[in-house]
């Protein structure tokens, strides 16, 4: 079974600050997909990035960018110029490749962005 | 349209009412799945459909109902619900449930259910 670890439950950073979110997996698949889920307060799950374990080159979008270090499993998320809509919990989830059932999510790392 | 639709948002009802959660998209996805989510926790699948049948059940309780009338439409059907099953109920749909286009899960934004 695969496991999803997010080692800070709580983070925070100052608007136009970066900041770093952990994630680390573990797993014995060798194609599988990352993701990035974003949930504000409003609840709704949002896609923030999703990486395929195949392609070496981080996956980028916008203000969002990954480190994918395959080999020691971590898949981190920076945030750059934090705005305070960027405030919510962040879950960061696995999936095994073509199987949209078996995603697993961490525990989630609730960020505040402050003014 | 990427989206996908649940109604109600928010919805009370007593341990002996009989309710449905509705949930419904417009890609053209062949797969539609229900995640129940408690406060601070991350999702837990509860059931897949694909092709309009169902998939996956998560040995979840039969007090929960789901039903795939169409290729575009799911309902969860809720009777003699516990507090205990108060939580966001998130509906998904993806392209496939496996191969290609499994991983482009698109979420809906939920129904709140608070059970009393």
């Known amino acids: 079974a695969q496991t999803v670890t997010q080692s800070q439950p709580e983070m925070s950073v100052q608007e136009a600050e970066t900041v770093t979110l952990s994630c680390t997996y573990d797993?014995?698949?060798?194609?599988?997909?990352l993701f990035w889920y974003k949930q504000p307060p409003s609840r709704q799950m949002i896609l923030v990035i999703r990486?395929?374990?195949?392609?070496?080159q981080n996956a980028t979008e916008n203000r969002f960018s990954v480190n994918f270090q395959k080999a020691a499993k971590s898949f981190s998320l920076k945030i750059s110029d934090s705005q305070l809509g960027d405030t919510a919990m962040y879950f960061c989830a696995f999936m095994r490749s073509y199987s949209g059932y078996a995603l697993n999510f961490g525990k989630g790392t609730s960020l505040l962005v402050t003014p | 349209d990427t989206e996908v639709t649940q109604t109600p948002k928010h919805l009370v009802m007593g341990m002996t009412n009989k309710k449905s959660l509705k949930c419904e998209q417009h890609m053209g996805h062949r797969a539609m799945y229900w995640y129940k989510q408690k406060a601070k926790k991350p999702p837990e699948l509860m059931f897949v459909?694909?092709?309009?049948?169902?998939?996956i059940n998560e040995s979840v309780p039969s007090r929960f109902s789901p039903e795939c009338p169409n290729s575009s439409l799911l309902n969860l059907h809720l009777h003699a619900l516990q507090p205990e099953d108060s939580a966001l109920y998130l509906c998904a749909s993806s392209p496939s449930f496996e191969g290609q286009g499994a991983e482009k899960l698109f979420f809906g934004s939920g129904t709140q259910l608070s059970v009393l």
């Open positions: 990486q395929e374990a195949y392609k070496q």
């Open positions: 459909y694909s092709y309009e049948k169902l998939s």
């Open positions: 797993t014995s698949e060798n194609n599988y997909y």
